[in-house]
């Protein structure tokens, strides 16, 4: 941990500490109002996740704030069944079932924001981790997610397609759902009730008006595949496939977008060319991801660098960049020693019909050599996106390098 990010959490542990109840351990209470406690002010402090990790003396509470996960408190290990059925409580679930993984809502009517609480099984008990998401009222439409400028209007007329798949690509925790979810409130307010839009979630993370929802139950055998097969007859106009985990589902996907329907989706995947890499991996055939998918869109969110930020030509502060100097963060009172301020969207949007990308599918090259011949085409890699925003001083040359995970030159 750099000594920024390590005064961030001193900071964000004593604030805690400071404003956590000061019921007795012992008290019937303390758990019921530790958790509240604790879900709201990781709400507050902008939060994306709560880890609530089980060790062989105490349970330790973190939080993940602008993608780097940070400690927060730690309880004694003793508390650990009750806090951990707390949450089960809150969302619903079985509390007495702890040795399987169990999903679940969390119902709070007093939050800011949709949260959704996973446990799983781990040597000294259950391990849980609540995700929070934004509200319906932010991020609802795509011209407020920070979409590039080039990008942004690209994907606004593909929302107007009668047929086709735009997949939304990334890793965990990159805003693929936003996105999805921003498209989709797009395409209602256009059309109104002119057309029949439709989702398969798992779960449904917001409520979306004008939008018929349904979340998969696997345990009924109801799947992606198969509720999928379902509304290609309930006629939709648009479906919304939460995530394509599997061969059957990326099959259903494209016959779908092949008979009339647009169809979003997202998709893991580190870049758009390895998006489709992974789907000829999965059996997909070139013939149908030439024609059917009309884009991908691969997105990566890198934390901005605070105003406090300071230009350097120190060559280690580049980390490989070729680029005259960077901003290296600093840290201030606002952004509380880290040096970073909110997040960066940075996304790239690759068309299946760009010249000689078409053609390079069809030959079912692998994905270096998709993203070669993107590239010649004018395509404009997240890596060249980031090495420009490196070079405006919008983040810092570390962080590229941390989310990206290569020293470009």
Excluded at 36 to 47: I, K, N, R
Excluded at 91 to 97: D, H, I, M
Excluded at 374 to 391: D, P
Aim: glycine letters at 8%.
């Amino acid at each position: 941990m750099s000594e920024s990010s390590a005064t961030h959490a001193a900071s964000l542990a004593e604030r805690f500490a400071r404003e956590a109840p000061k019921l007795e351990l012992t008290h019937p209470k303390y758990v019921t109002e530790f958790v509240s406690y604790t879900l709201h002010s990781a709400c507050d402090a902008g939060a994306s996740d709560i880890h609530f990790a089980v060790g062989e003396d105490d349970v330790q509470v973190l939080w993940r704030i602008d993608g780097v996960l940070q400690s927060v408190a730690t309880c004694p290990r003793s508390l650990a069944p009750n806090i951990i059925a707390r949450l089960k409580v809150m969302a619903e679930l079985l509390t007495y079932r702890t040795d399987v993984p169990q999903e679940g809502r969390i119902r709070e009517s007093s939050a800011k924001v949709e949260m959704r609480l996973s446990t799983f099984p781990t040597l000294y008990g259950e391990k849980a981790v609540v995700r929070l998401f934004a509200s319906s009222e932010r991020y609802r439409w795509p011209a407020e997610l920070g979409l590039p400028e080039d990008v942004l209007p690209e994907l606004l007329g593909l929302l107007h397609e009668t047929g086709g798949a735009i997949l939304i690509t990334g890793p965990a925790g990159s805003g693929k759902t936003t996105t999805a979810y921003a498209a989709l409130r797009e395409l209602q307010r256009e059309a109104g009730v002119g057309k029949s839009l439709v989702s398969l979630e798992d779960p449904i993370e917001s409520v979306l008006n004008g939008v018929s929802q349904s979340p998969v139950n696997q345990s009924a055998g109801f799947d992606y595949a198969t509720g999928l097969r379902s509304l290609m007859r309930q006629d939709p106009d648009v479906i919304l496939v939460g995530e394509i985990r599997d061969r059957e589902t990326a099959e259903t996907v494209f016959q779908a977008c092949l008979t009339g329907h647009l169809v979003l989706s997202t998709f893991h995947a580190g870049s758009s060319a390895e998006a489709i890499s992974r789907l000829g991996d999965m059996g997909i055939e070139p013939y149908l991801l030439r024609t059917g998918l009309r884009a991908i869109v691969c997105q990566r969110l890198f934390r901005h660098l605070c105003d406090c930020a300071v230009w350097s030509t120190d060559v280690e502060a580049k980390f490989g960049f070729d680029v005259p100097r960077v901003r290296v963060p600093a840290g201030c009172d606002r952004c509380a020693g880290t040096g970073y301020r909110g997040r960066l969207l940075l996304a790239e949007l690759l068309r299946p019909e760009l010249k000689n990308v078409g053609r390079a599918i069809l030959e079912r090259e692998d994905a270096g050599k998709i993203q070669i011949v993107a590239v010649e085409s004018g395509f404009v890699s997240i890596a060249q996106r980031a090495k420009t925003a490196i070079a405006e001083g919008r983040t810092s040359a570390i962080e590229v390098r941390r989310i990206l995970g290569f020293r470009p030159t």
